[in-house]
């Protein structure tokens, strides 16, 4: 059974730093894609961040020089490292992992980390 849990959430005010991590469990994370996602109260889920099996990254532009994400296959963890964080990073956090087995995509998803920036 696959299973995604995140922490390293909290409350910071602006200008401060968080790292989430993500830890999978239950599934061959060195092959999977894992992505960030945030969800603001009364928005949609938003991708922030997306890393690939073999340490590509991507970033949304308001994230871009701000928030780092990198992997840790050995310890089966994916982190996000956010820094300079400002009101608009609040929400909830999630983590997605993609694998594709015999060309089915699978997706998985963590239960969130709630993030709140203070001013």
């Known amino acids: 059974q696959v299973q995604l849990v995140e922490s390293g959430g909290g409350l910071v005010q602006v200008g401060g730093s968080l790292r989430l991590s993500c830890a999978a469990s239950?599934?061959?994370?060195?092959?999977?894609?894992v992505d960030w996602y945030r969800q603001a109260p009364g928005k949609q889920r938003e991708l922030v961040a997306g890393?690939?099996?073999?340490?590509?990254?991507n970033y949304v532009d308001p994230v871009k020089g701000r928030f780092t994400i990198s992997r840790d296959n050995a310890k089966n963890t994916v982190y996000l490292q956010m820094n300079s964080l400002n009101a608009e990073d609040t929400g909830v956090y999630y983590c997605?992992?993609?694998?594709?087995?015999?060309?089915?995509?699978?997706?998985?998803w963590g239960q969130g980390t709630q993030v709140t920036v203070s001013s």
């Open positions: 997605n992992a993609v694998e594709y087995i015999s060309g089915t995509r699978y997706d998985s």
């Open positions: 239950g599934i061959i994370f060195s092959i999977c894609a």
């Open positions: 890393i690939s099996s073999g340490g590509r990254t």
